[in-house]
C-alpha cells in the first residue's frame, strides 16, 4: 500500500512537470505546425540563467519570474528570428514539395538546441550543477509516520495546477485566447476576421517558452542542471503529446499525467532502469492502437 | 518511345556503375596519402556515408524525418555482433543478414509511425535513440549492457596482403567497409530513376495529388522507410566492426550528426551526402587543431564542434535549404538554360 | 465606392484576372457573375488581400488597397464571406460571432454589443443555437454564421462569395433577400460573386460578367437579365 501510494504521489507530481512540457509542444504545433525541438533547450537555457542570478544572491523568487520571462523572450525570438522567415519565405516555394517545407522547421529547432546546448556548456562550464528549490525536499509527516509525498512534490503540483488553471482561463475567457484558438484552427477565416495572425502565432512561442521555462525551474531541483540535462523532458513530453493527441490542449495535459503514472509505476514496481523501455512501449502502442491520441481529433483532409 | 527509355535507363545504370567505382578508387587513392589516424577516419566516413544515404533517401525522396538513424544502425550493430560472437556467422554473412534484420526492424517501427503524417516519425525515432542504452542494460546477458559485445575485423587475409603488400589494421577496415559502400550507392543512384524513386518523390511533394494519382501514401512512406533501415542498419553493423558494439557506440548525438551531414550537404543530393560526411567527420578535427593553435580553455573547446555543427546547420536551412548541393544544381540550372537560349530550339 | 482598375493576378504565371477594371457604387449591390473558373472568387480574394495582384490597383474611396496586408483591409471596413459558409466548426456560434468583431472590442466595446445584437436579430436562429458547435447547423445556417462574423466588423463593403453555394434554392432565396434588405437599410455596399445569375441579378443594381480572367459585359442589373445573347455565350442557358 505505501508502494502504491508513493507511486501515485510521485506520479502527480512528475506528470504535472510533463503536462507542462507536453502542453508547450502543442502550443506550438497547432499555431505553427511544427514540433519544437528546441523546446527543453530553451527551457535549459533559461533554468541557467535563473541559476547564475541566485548565484549573485539574487532571490529564488525574483530569478524564477525572471527565467518565466526570458523564456517568453526566447520563445517569441525563436519565432520572429527564425521561423517566421523561414516559413514565409519565397525561398521555400523553391523547395516545390510539401514535406520538406514542414521537414526544414524541425531541422531549423534541432540547430538551435544544438547551439543552446553548446552556449551554455561554454557560459557555463557545462558541470552538472544543483538548483534550488523553494521548500525542503523532505517527506510530509502527520503525527510520527511519513507520508508518501514531500513538501516540494505539493509545491510542484500547486505551481503546475495555477498556471494550467490561468492557461484555461486565458484560452476560454478572453479575446486574445479566443483569437489563439481560432488562429490554429483556421488562419485564413481568423485573419479574415482582421487578426493579426502572425503576432498570435508569436504570442503562442512565448507562452509555450514560459511554461517550457516553468517545467525547468521545477524539475531541476530534482535532476540537477546541465546542457543536457532536459532531453529527456522533451521526449517524454512528446510522447505525453501524442498520447494525448497534438491537437488538443487538454489532451496534451492529460498525456503528461498519464506519463507521469506509467513512469512511476514502472519505477516503483519494476525497476528504474525500464523506464525507457516502457516509454517506448507506451508510445508505439498509442500509435498502433489511437493515433490521433486520446482526446485528438482525426485530420481531416480536403482533396 | 520505349527503346528510348531503356536506353536511357542503361545509360543511367552504367553512370552509376562508373560513379561507385570511382567513389572506391578514390577514397583508396586518398588513404595512401593519410596516416592510420585519418585512415580509420575515413573508414568512418565511408561507413556513416551509408548511413547519411539512407537519410537522404528517407527526407530527400519522401520527406519524412527521422531522429533516430543512429538507433538503426544499433539494431543492425547489435544484429551482425550477436550472429558473429553467438552463432559462429562469418563477418561478411552477419552483414548481408543485418540489413534484413533492421529491414523488419523498420518495417514494424513504420508501420507504427512512418504511415502517419506529420511528426510521428521523427519523435518515435528519437524515443527509440534515447531508449537503446537502458534495452542494452536491460538485457545485460544478451546485449553486454553499458559496455557491449567486442567484436572486429581481425586481421587482413593473407591473399589481400600478398595481392598489395603489407596494409594497416585501419586500411584493412577500409576495405571491409567500401565495397558495401559503393554497392550502397549504386543502389541509392540507381533507385532514384525507377517507378518507385518516382513514386516516392509524388508523395513527398504533394501527398494529395499522389494519392489522386492512386498511389498508397502509407504503404510508399513504410517502404521508403524499411529500405532506409536497411542501409542506416549496414551502416551499423560496419560502424560496430571497428571493435565494438555497445550503446557509447550509438549515442544520440550520432543520429543528430547524421542528420547534419544529410542536411548541409542537400537532402535531395548524392553528392551532398558524400560532402556532408566529409564535413561532420572532419570539422571536429580542424576545430581541435584551430583551438589547441589559440589555446582555448578545454570547457570551451569541448563545445566548439556542437556550436560549429548546430550553427553549420541553421545557415544552412536559411540561407539555402535546399543544401551545398542545392547550390550547385542551382548553377547547372542556369548554365543550361544560357545555352538552350543561345542554341535556340 | 470601390474602383478595381486593370487588376492582373496570376498563380504560376496563369492570369487568373487579366487587366479587370470596374466600379462598384457605394450602398448598392454589384455582382460579378461568370461560369466556373472565370476568375470570379479570385477577384475578390484580390481585393480582400488573400491574394496578391501582379499589377493593378483597387481603390476603396481613397484607400489603396493592394498590398496592403488582409488584417488592415478587414480593419479599413472590408469584410469577405468567403467560399464554402466557412465558419470555424470547433468553436461555438457565438464565439464565432465573437472572433469577427474580436479586433474592435477595445475601441467600440459599446458598439460591438449592439452589432452583436443586430446579428442575432436578423438570424434569430443563430441565438437558439448560440452554445452549439459550429459543425453542427445546417448549411444555410453556417452561411448566416459567416455572415454575421463579418457584419458584427460593422463593414462598408461587404464582399460575398457564393452565399447560395450547395444551399437549397429557398433558403438561398432567403439568404439573398436578407441580404438586399440589408444593402437598402443600412447603406451596406455589397459585392456579390454568384454562380447563379438569376438569384443574384435579381436583387443586384449592377451587374459585371467574367470570362477567363476578363471584364465581358459590364451593365446595370436589369440590361444584364434582358441580353440573352450573352447569357447564351458565357452562361449556357
Same mark, same amino acid.
Given at each position: 500500500?505505501?508502494?502504491?501510494?508513493?507511486?501515485?504521489?510521485?506520479?502527480?507530481?512528475?506528470?504535472?512537470?510533463?503536462?507542462?512540457?507536453?502542453?508547450?509542444?502543442?502550443?506550438?504545433?497547432?499555431?505553427?505546425?511544427?514540433?519544437?525541438?528546441?523546446?527543453?533547450?530553451?527551457?535549459?537555457?533559461?533554468?541557467?540563467?535563473?541559476?547564475?542570478?541566485?548565484?549573485?544572491?539574487?532571490?529564488?523568487?525574483?530569478?524564477?519570474?525572471?527565467?518565466?520571462?526570458?523564456?517568453?523572450?526566447?520563445?517569441?525570438?525563436?519565432?520572429? /528570428? *527564425?521561423?517566421?522567415?523561414?516559413?514565409?519565405?519565397?525561398?521555400?516555394?523553391?523547395?516545390?514539395?510539401?514535406?520538406?517545407?514542414?521537414?526544414?522547421?524541425?531541422?531549423?529547432?534541432?540547430?538551435?538546441? /544544438?547551439?543552446?546546448?553548446?552556449?551554455?556548456?561554454?557560459?557555463?562550464?557545462?558541470?552538472?550543477?544543483?538548483?534550488?528549490?523553494?521548500?525542503?525536499?523532505?517527506?510530509?509527516?502527520?503525527?510520527?509516520?511519513?507520508?508518501?509525498?514531500?513538501?516540494?512534490?505539493?509545491?510542484?503540483?500547486?505551481?503546475?495546477?495555477?498556471?494550467?488553471?490561468?492557461?484555461?482561463?486565458?484560452?476560454?475567457?478572453?479575446?486574445?485566447?479566443?483569437?489563439?484558438?481560432?488562429?490554429?484552427?483556421?488562419?485564413?477565416?481568423?485573419?479574415?476576421?482582421?487578426?493579426?495572425? /502572425?503576432?498570435? %502565432?508569436?504570442?503562442?512561442?512565448?507562452?509555450?517558452?514560459?511554461?517550457?521555462?516553468?517545467?525547468?525551474?521545477? $524539475?531541476?531541483?530534482?535532476?540537477?542542471?546541465?546542457?543536457?540535462?532536459?532531453?529527456?523532458?522533451?521526449?517524454? /513530453?512528446?510522447?505525453?503529446?501524442?498520447?494525448?493527441?497534438?491537437?488538443?490542449?487538454?489532451?496534451?495535459?492529460?498525456?503528461?499525467?498519464?506519463?507521469?503514472?506509467?513512469?512511476?509505476?514502472?519505477?516503483?514496481?519494476?525497476?528504474?532502469?525500464?523506464?525507457?523501455?516502457?516509454?517506448?512501449?507506451?508510445?508505439?502502442?498509442?500509435?498502433?492502437?489511437?493515433?490521433?491520441?486520446?482526446?485528438?481529433?482525426?485530420?481531416? %483532409?480536403? $482533396? | 518511345?520505349?527503346?528510348?527509355?531503356?536506353?536511357?535507363?542503361? $545509360?543511367?545504370?552504367?553512370?552509376?556503375?562508373?560513379?561507385?567505382?570511382?567513389?572506391?578508387?578514390?577514397?583508396?587513392?586518398?588513404?595512401?596519402? #593519410?596516416?592510420?589516424?585519418?585512415?580509420?577516419?575515413?573508414?568512418?566516413?565511408?561507413?556513416?556515408?551509408?548511413?547519411?544515404?539512407? @537519410?537522404?533517401? !528517407?527526407?530527400?525522396?519522401?520527406?519524412?524525418?527521422?531522429?533516430?538513424?543512429?538507433?538503426?544502425?544499433?539494431?543492425?550493430?547489435?544484429?551482425?555482433?550477436?550472429?558473429?560472437?553467438?552463432?559462429?556467422?562469418?563477418?561478411?554473412?552477419?552483414?548481408?543478414?543485418?540489413?534484413?534484420?533492421?529491414?523488419?526492424?523498420?518495417?514494424?517501427?513504420?508501420?507504427?509511425?512512418?504511415?502517419?503524417?506529420?511528426?510521428?516519425?521523427?519523435?518515435?525515432?528519437?524515443?527509440?535513440?534515447?531508449?537503446?542504452?537502458?534495452?542494452?542494460?536491460?538485457?545485460?546477458?544478451?546485449?553486454?549492457?553499458?559496455?557491449?559485445?567486442?567484436?572486429?575485423?581481425?586481421?587482413?587475409? %593473407?591473399?589481400?596482403?600478398?595481392?598489395?603488400?603489407?596494409?594497416?589494421?585501419?586500411?584493412?577496415?577500409?576495405?571491409?567497409?567500401?565495397?558495401?559502400?559503393?554497392?550502397?550507392?549504386?543502389?541509392?543512384?540507381?533507385?532514384?530513376?525507377?517507378?518507385?524513386?518516382?513514386?516516392?518523390?509524388?508523395?513527398?511533394?504533394?501527398?494529395?495529388?499522389?494519392?489522386?494519382?492512386?498511389? &498508397?501514401?502509407?504503404?510508399?512512406?513504410?517502404?521508403?522507410?524499411?529500405?532506409?533501415?536497411?542501409?542506416?542498419?549496414?551502416?551499423?553493423?560496419?560502424?560496430?566492426?571497428?571493435?565494438?558494439?555497445?550503446?557509447?557506440?550509438?549515442?544520440?548525438?550520432?543520429?543528430?550528426? *547524421?542528420?547534419?551531414?544529410?542536411?548541409?550537404?542537400?537532402?535531395?543530393?548524392?553528392?551532398?551526402?558524400?560532402?556532408?560526411?566529409?564535413?561532420?567527420?572532419?570539422?571536429?578535427?580542424?576545430?581541435?587543431?584551430?583551438?589547441?593553435?589559440?589555446?582555448?580553455?578545454?570547457? @570551451?573547446?569541448?563545445?566548439?564542434?556542437?556550436?560549429?555543427?548546430?550553427?553549420?546547420?541553421?545557415?544552412?536551412?536559411? !540561407? &539555402?535549404?535546399?543544401?551545398?548541393?542545392?547550390?550547385?544544381?542551382?548553377?547547372?540550372?542556369?548554365?543550361?538554360?544560357?545555352?538552350?537560349?543561345?542554341?535556340?530550339? | 465606392?470601390?474602383?478595381?482598375?486593370?487588376?492582373?493576378?496570376?498563380?504560376?504565371?496563369?492570369?487568373?484576372?487579366?487587366?479587370?477594371?470596374?466600379?462598384?457604387?457605394?450602398? *448598392?449591390?454589384?455582382?460579378?457573375?461568370?461560369?466556373?473558373?472565370?476568375?470570379?472568387?479570385?477577384?475578390?480574394?484580390?481585393?480582400?488581400?488573400?491574394?496578391?495582384?501582379?499589377?493593378?490597383?483597387?481603390?476603396?474611396?481613397?484607400?489603396?488597397?493592394?498590398?496592403?496586408?488582409?488584417?488592415?483591409?478587414?480593419?479599413?471596413?472590408?469584410?469577405?464571406?468567403?467560399?464554402?459558409?466557412?465558419?470555424?466548426?470547433?468553436?461555438?456560434?457565438?464565439?464565432? @460571432?465573437?472572433?469577427?468583431?474580436?479586433? %474592435?472590442?477595445?475601441?467600440?466595446?459599446?458598439?460591438?454589443?449592439?452589432?452583436?445584437?443586430?446579428?442575432?436579430?436578423?438570424?434569430?436562429?443563430? #441565438?437558439?443555437?448560440?452554445?452549439?458547435?459550429?459543425?453542427?447547423?445546417?448549411?444555410?445556417?453556417?452561411?448566416?454564421?459567416?455572415?454575421?462574423?463579418?457584419?458584427?466588423?460593422?463593414?462598408?463593403?461587404?464582399?460575398?462569395?457564393?452565399?447560395?453555394?450547395?444551399?437549397?434554392?429557398?433558403?438561398?432565396?432567403?439568404?439573398?433577400?436578407?441580404?438586399?434588405?440589408?444593402?437598402?437599410?443600412?447603406?451596406?455596399?455589397?459585392?456579390?460573386?454568384?454562380?447563379?445569375?438569376?438569384?443574384?441579378?435579381?436583387?443586384?443594381?449592377?451587374?459585371?460578367?467574367?470570362?477567363?480572367?476578363?471584364?465581358?459585359?459590364?451593365?446595370?442589373?436589369?440590361?444584364?437579365?434582358?441580353?440573352?445573347?450573352?447569357?447564351?455565350?458565357?452562361?449556357?442557358?
Amino acid at each position: 500500500m505505501t508502494s502504491f501510494l508513493t507511486a501515485f504521489f510521485s506520479g502527480t507530481a512528475q506528470g504535472a512537470i510533463y503536462a507542462l512540457v507536453s502542453l508547450g509542444l502543442v502550443l506550438v504545433w497547432r499555431g505553427a505546425g511544427v514540433v519544437n525541438f528546441a523546446q527543453m533547450g530553451q527551457a535549459m537555457f533559461t533554468t541557467y540563467i535563473a541559476s547564475q542570478l541566485i548565484q549573485h544572491d539574487y532571490s529564488y523568487w525574483s530569478a524564477f519570474v525572471v527565467a518565466l520571462f526570458s523564456g517568453a523572450v526566447l520563445g517569441a525570438l525563436v519565432d520572429l /528570428g *527564425l521561423m517566421r522567415p523561414l516559413t514565409s519565405r519565397k525561398n521555400l516555394k523553391s523547395l516545390n514539395s510539401e514535406s520538406m517545407r514542414t521537414a526544414i522547421p524541425v531541422i531549423a529547432s534541432l540547430g538551435i538546441l /544544438g547551439i543552446l546546448k553548446s552556449l551554455a556548456g561554454i557560459f557555463w562550464a557545462g558541470e552538472e550543477r544543483g538548483f534550488p528549490s523553494p521548500i525542503e525536499p523532505t517527506a510530509i509527516k502527520i503525527g510520527s509516520t511519513n507520508l508518501a509525498i514531500t513538501g516540494f512534490d505539493l509545491f510542484v503540483i500547486g505551481v503546475v495546477f495555477l498556471a494550467l488553471g490561468l492557461t484555461t482561463i486565458f484560452f476560454t475567457r478572453t479575446g486574445v485566447g479566443l483569437a489563439m484558438r481560432a488562429s490554429a484552427l483556421n488562419p485564413e477565416v481568423t485573419r479574415l476576421s482582421g487578426i493579426k495572425v /502572425g503576432s498570435v %502565432r508569436t504570442l503562442g512561442w512565448a507562452i509555450s517558452g514560459t511554461v517550457s521555462s516553468l517545467a525547468g525551474l521545477l $524539475v531541476t531541483p530534482r535532476t540537477n542542471l546541465s546542457p543536457n540535462t532536459l532531453d529527456l523532458l522533451l521526449i517524454i /513530453g512528446f510522447t505525453a503529446a501524442v498520447v494525448g493527441g497534438l491537437t488538443s490542449l487538454a489532451g496534451s495535459v492529460l498525456g503528461g499525467f498519464i506519463l507521469g503514472y506509467v513512469i512511476s509505476f514502472v519505477s516503483v514496481y519494476s525497476a528504474p532502469e525500464n523506464v525507457f523501455i516502457a516509454i517506448l512501449i507506451f508510445l508505439l502502442l498509442a500509435l498502433f492502437l489511437r493515433p490521433q491520441g486520446i482526446l485528438g481529433s482525426k485530420e481531416v %483532409r480536403r $482533396v | 518511345m520505349s527503346k528510348s527509355i531503356s536506353l536511357k535507363h542503361k $545509360v543511367i545504370g552504367r553512370r552509376s556503375t562508373l560513379l561507385a567505382i570511382l567513389l572506391f578508387l578514390f577514397f583508396i587513392a586518398l588513404s595512401k596519402q #593519410f596516416d592510420p589516424y585519418n585512415q580509420a577516419q575515413l573508414a568512418n566516413i565511408a561507413t556513416l556515408l551509408i548511413a547519411v544515404l539512407s @537519410i537522404t533517401l !528517407l527526407t530527400g525522396a519522401s520527406g519524412q524525418i527521422s531522429l533516430g538513424q543512429g538507433a538503426i544502425m544499433a539494431v543492425g550493430g547489435y544484429a551482425s555482433a550477436l550472429l558473429v560472437t553467438r552463432l559462429g556467422y562469418s563477418m561478411w554473412l552477419s552483414f548481408i543478414l543485418a540489413i534484413f534484420v533492421s529491414a523488419l526492424f523498420g518495417l514494424f517501427l513504420g508501420l507504427a509511425a512512418a504511415r502517419l503524417s506529420g511528426p510521428y516519425l521523427a519523435g518515435t525515432t528519437l524515443v527509440m535513440a534515447l531508449a537503446i542504452p537502458s534495452i542494452a542494460v536491460r538485457f545485460e546477458p544478451f546485449f553486454g549492457g553499458d559496455v557491449g559485445i567486442n567484436v572486429d575485423y581481425g586481421n587482413p587475409p %593473407r591473399w589481400l596482403t600478398s595481392f598489395v603488400g603489407k596494409i594497416s589494421i585501419e586500411e584493412w577496415s577500409l576495405y571491409v567497409v567500401l565495397p558495401f559502400t559503393a554497392l550502397a550507392l549504386f543502389a541509392v543512384l540507381n533507385l532514384s530513376n525507377t517507378r518507385a524513386g518516382r513514386t516516392w518523390r509524388a508523395v513527398r511533394d504533394n501527398e494529395v495529388s499522389a494519392a489522386l494519382a492512386g498511389i &498508397n501514401i502509407g504503404r510508399t512512406k513504410v517502404i521508403v522507410f524499411v529500405c532506409a533501415s536497411g542501409l542506416a542498419g549496414l551502416a551499423g553493423a560496419l560502424y560496430g566492426f571497428r571493435g565494438l558494439v555497445g550503446p557509447s557506440v550509438y549515442p544520440t548525438d550520432l543520429s543528430l550528426t *547524421l542528420l547534419t551531414a544529410a542536411v548541409i550537404g542537400g537532402l535531395r543530393s548524392i553528392g551532398g551526402a558524400i560532402f556532408g560526411t566529409f564535413t561532420v567527420v572532419f570539422l571536429p578535427d580542424l576545430i581541435e587543431r584551430i583551438t589547441s593553435t589559440f589555446e582555448v580553455p578545454g570547457a @570551451i573547446a569541448n563545445y566548439l564542434p556542437g556550436l560549429a555543427i548546430g550553427t553549420l546547420l541553421l545557415l544552412t536551412v536559411i !540561407l &539555402n535549404p535546399s543544401g551545398a548541393a542545392g547550390l550547385n544544381e542551382r548553377i547547372h540550372h542556369r548554365i543550361k538554360k544560357t545555352i538552350s537560349k543561345s542554341g535556340g530550339h | 465606392m470601390l474602383v478595381v482598375t486593370d487588376l492582373v493576378t496570376e498563380f504560376s504565371s496563369v492570369k487568373a484576372l487579366d487587366g479587370i477594371t470596374f466600379k462598384a457604387k457605394a450602398g *448598392l449591390i454589384t455582382t460579378v457573375i461568370g461560369a466556373n473558373g472565370a476568375g470570379k472568387s479570385t477577384l475578390l480574394r484580390t481585393i480582400s488581400g488573400l491574394e496578391k495582384p501582379t499589377s493593378g490597383s483597387v481603390k476603396w474611396f481613397d484607400h489603396e488597397l493592394t498590398g496592403k496586408s488582409v488584417e488592415a483591409i478587414v480593419r479599413g471596413g472590408i469584410a469577405q464571406v468567403p467560399e464554402g459558409h466557412a465558419v470555424i466548426s470547433q468553436l461555438s456560434v457565438a464565439e464565432n @460571432i465573437e472572433l469577427g468583431g474580436l479586433f %474592435r472590442k477595445r475601441s467600440h466595446k459599446g458598439d460591438l454589443v449592439r452589432a452583436k445584437r443586430e446579428v442575432f436579430e436578423l438570424f434569430p436562429i443563430l #441565438f437558439e443555437r448560440r452554445d452549439q458547435q459550429a459543425g453542427s447547423l445546417s448549411g444555410g445556417e453556417r452561411q448566416m454564421l459567416a455572415i454575421s462574423r463579418a457584419l458584427v466588423s460593422r463593414p462598408k463593403l461587404l464582399l460575398l462569395d457564393e452565399p447560395s453555394l450547395g444551399l437549397a434554392p429557398l433558403i438561398a432565396a432567403q439568404i439573398i433577400n436578407i441580404i438586399n434588405e440589408l444593402c437598402r437599410s443600412t447603406g451596406l455596399t455589397v459585392l456579390l460573386v454568384e454562380q447563379n445569375a438569376n438569384t443574384a441579378l435579381a436583387v443586384a443594381d449592377h451587374g459585371i460578367l467574367l470570362s477567363l480572367g476578363k471584364v465581358v459585359a459590364n451593365l446595370p442589373a436589369d440590361e444584364l437579365i434582358a441580353d440573352s445573347s450573352l447569357r447564351a455565350a458565357y452562361l449556357g442557358y
